[in-house]
């Protein structure tokens, strides 16, 4: 009796690749319709994600509309406008530094395996050479502002481009970028006011400490991945009692705001407003799901939200 040989068995048609999801942000659109060859590069500056750029802004024009009666006839306009470029072009700098020196990790976790670096669609020597380019760019826009806030941001580099070791080094990261999501404050009061008070310290103190948090909130997207992976942070070693932390810093920063709005004599139409924008940061932690990482990211991008409020709090204190 024969045997026929054994027939293998057809192999399975391969899956067909999911198309990649259309962006939906206005600022992610815009940068999908640019040409494939500068597309990593906006990517690694995170012109699709802006959120980082107005957490980086808003405070510092704060500090100019807070300092602008401390020097008549100041060149506040110019002031805004330069503030503008430096956070823009600084946040896109320190995004691109943190990608190079986190690369290894990002390609392990799961909401940031498609950055330019991780996915492999940049190389590392031409992402250094683009963030010297920048660099370039960024470092001689404050001399338009004088020689002193050209100095304090030259001396802000050194913290922000740091930051990215932080993580390997301490479970408080957060704690470090605070002052740098700050920094345009010192820059933005010295070039109104030319020298620092009580107003300014208190203002700097107080956002860098609703940026601990904005942080703080944020490193939650990750917290499995990052612990798995190795990444340091006060979101792994905290985890539930995050929410703690986050109640107090968010009670310091308005306790700094409040302190800095009685320094600058601000009017009493800064206090409503102050108190809308302390309502938005207790709807933030009531909305908060700290284990759903979809929840943590919708409250992270409320956070330009509550940084407006508390411009256009100052701005209507300093209407007499």
């Keep these: 009796m024969t045997h026929s040989p ?32 500068i597309r990593p590069y906006l990517e690694l500056m ?28 100041a060149r506040v306009p110019l002031t805004v406008a330069v503030l503008f470029a430096v956070g823009f072009l600084t946040r896109g700098a320190g995004c691109t ?3 190079i020196l986190d690369r290894r990790f990002d390609a392990r976790v799961t909401r940031t395996t498609g950055r330019p670096l991780a996915a492999g669609t940049i190389g590392v020597r031409r992402a250094w050479a683009f963030f010297g380019a920048q ?13 002193t806030p050209f100095l304090v941001m030259a001396a802000g580099w050194v ?8 993580k390997r080094i301490t479970d408080w990261p957060h704690v470090w970028l605070g002052p740098c ?5 010192p820059v933005g009061w010295l070039a109104v006011a030319g020298s620092l008070d009580v107003a300014a310290v208190l203002l700097f103190v107080g956002m860098s400490c609703w940026a601990v948090g904005c942080d703080l909130v944020y490193a939650h997207q990750d917290r499995a991945s990052d612990a798995v992976v190795g990444v340091r942070s006060a979101a792994v070693r905290l985890g539930r009692r995050s929410v703690s932390v986050l109640v107090g810093v968010y009670v310091a920063t308005i306790g700094c705001l409040a302190g800095a709005g009685v320094a600058a004599g601000l009017g009493w139409a800064f206090w409503p407003l102050l108190a809308l924008a302390a309502g938005h940061l207790v709807r933030q932690l009531r909305a908060l799901d700290i284990d759903d990482p979809a929840c943590c990211q919708r409250v992270f991008l409320t956070n330009p939200q509550f940084a407006a409020l508390v411009l256009v709090a100052v701005l209507a204190g300093r209407i007499r």
């Design 6 to 37: 054994p027939v293998a068995p057809a192999p399975s048609p391969a899956p067909a690749l999911a198309p990649a999801p259309r962006p939906t942000r206005p600022a992610a659109r815009c940068v999908a319709r640019m040409p494939l060859a």
């Design 46 to 73: 995170r012109v699709d994600r802006p959120v980082g750029t107005w957490l980086v802004v808003l405070p510092g024009w704060t500090a100019v509309a807070m300092a602008a009666d401390a020097r008549p006839g």
């Design 97 to 99: 530094v943190n990608d």
């Design 135 to 147: 660099c370039l760019v960024a470092l001689p826009i404050p001399l338009l502002l004088g020689p």
């Design 159 to 166: 913290p922000i481009v740091a930051y990215p070791l932080m």
């Design 181 to 185: 999501m700050s920094w345009l404050v």
